[in-house]
């Protein structure tokens, strides 16, 4: 059990679509224990890719459980959406790109199939939050990064924001 470190943009890794995994193995369970362990100690992180982690594999995890509630992680190896539908648009952010937030439109409803660290088939149907944090995380996976969802305009802005911000503090702010 480790937290690792979490790549963030620019960092190309996070822009490499991420192979499938074939063997469920320790390597791979490892991993899994590794991207909970990251997942709960960033504050308020809700999901993970294995690629932000920089493990170009096809592996996502969440856990959207109130505060009050106890945690529910779900893992989702080689997740696929199946089924779309809907809209829905919320304000996200992400541990990969630092210190933004931005509207995202999403679909509402979704349905995605998948295998789970035991090995089962999982098909998961999911709506709002649940639903958005699927298609945030399965995008990772893709190379895709919820800043791809916004307007050039405030995508460069964003840029520009981030050039300044880590000259400031000469390095990445920790989230
Ligand atoms: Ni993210």
């Known amino acids: 059990m480790a937290i690792r470190t979490i790549l963030t943009y620019p960092d190309t890794v996070l822009r490499e679509r991420a192979e ?14 590794d991207m909970a362990d990251t997942m709960y100690h960033g504050p308020n992180a809700i999901g993970l890719a ?5 493990e170009p594999c096809r592996i996502i995890m969440f856990d959207i459980s109130a505060k009050d509630e106890p945690s529910d992680l779900v893992v989702v190896i080689n997740p696929e959406i ?18 933004y937030r931005a509207d995202v439109k999403r679909a509402e409803y979704v349905t995605v199939k998948g295998i789970d660290r035991e090995e089962n088939p999982v098909t ?12 945030h995380e399965i ?7 919820f800043i791809d969802h916004i307007s050039k305009l405030k995508r460069e802005l964003y840029k520009m924001r981030l050039k300044k911000l880590l000259k400031r503090k000469g390095g990445a702010p920790v989230m």
């Open 20 to 33: 499938p995994v074939t063997n469920i193995d320790g390597k791979i369970q490892q991993l899994i224990d």
């Open 50 to 54: 294995s690629n932000q982690v920089g």
């Open 82 to 99: 199946i089924e779309a539908n809907g809209q829905i648009v919320n304000e996200e952010g992400c541990l990969s790109v630092i210190d």
């Open 124 to 135: 998961l149907k999911k709506e709002g939050l649940g639903a958005i944090v699927l298609q």
């Open 139 to 145: 995008d990772h996976l893709n190379g895709i990064l």
